[in-house]
């Protein structure tokens, strides 16, 4: 059976680790679609026009080590504003959202664009300060060189574009749980998520 659990944020919120927690105690598949724009701004870095990136994306480029730098993020968020690009990967997330066992998709528009119907929709939110916090410790622990306020800028800069953008801001949709997790450990923001997604299935 088909359940669908949508979670939307902007980054650094924590959407992706609730993601993947939920896949695991609920056995069902996991989908970060953030991937897929990292993966398509990539390859638009490496010469490729995005659109056509998009079209000829592979599975194996989503396993790139090199997805989170800040370049990549950057230009994930560029060819997310382009609405061929999202098309083009449209159809693979909605495929993906009603497979057999359950699936968890974590993004920008999961819940009011690719899963509308989804059965659980959950928004992820954190101050500004806590996000940035927490995607330094993830860049400097992975070796790149950047300063907080570099941090802070990149993802005030992500969030202005994600949610001004023409096709698919970033918006909670209207029936999504809100789920502030700025003060919130990991194990507390993953209970709460688990407790919404347990009460919904009835």
């Known amino acids: ?3 669908t659990i949508a979670i939307d944020g902007p980054a650094a919120a924590g959407k992706g680790t609730i993601g993947r927690a939920l896949a695991a105690h609920f056995g069902f598949a996991h989908l970060d679609t953030g991937l897929l724009y990292r993966a398509t701004g990539r390859r638009m870095l490496g010469g490729l026009d995005p659109i056509e990136a998009a079209h000829s994306l592979r599975p194996e480029d989503l396993e790139a ?14 060819v997310a504003a382009i609405p061929e690009v999202r098309q083009a990967l449209l159809d693979f997330q909605r495929a993906f959202a009603r497979r057999a066992g359950g699936a968890v998709l974590d993004g920008r528009d999961i819940g009011t664009v690719i899963c509308p119907e989804a059965e659980v929709k959950l928004f992820v939110t954190a101050s500004d300060a806590e996000r940035a916090r927490r995607r330094h410790i ?3 622990g992975k070796g790149h060189e950047v300063t907080l306020d570099e941090v802070a800028q990149d993802l005030r800069d992500r969030d202005a574009r994600d ?3 023409a096709t698919a ?3 909670p949709a209207e029936d999504a749980v809100q789920l502030d997790t700025s003060s919130m450990t990991i194990e507390e923001a ?13």
């Open 190 to 202: 993953t209970e709460r998520a688990i407790a919404i997604v347990t009460a919904a299935q009835g």
């Open 65 to 78: 080590d090199d997805l989170r730098t800040p370049d990549v993020s950057q230009a994930a968020s560029r």
């Open 138 to 140: 993830e860049l400097t």
């Open 169 to 171: 801001p970033l918006k």
């Open 163 to 165: 949610s001004a953008r």
């Open 1 to 3: 059976m088909a359940f």
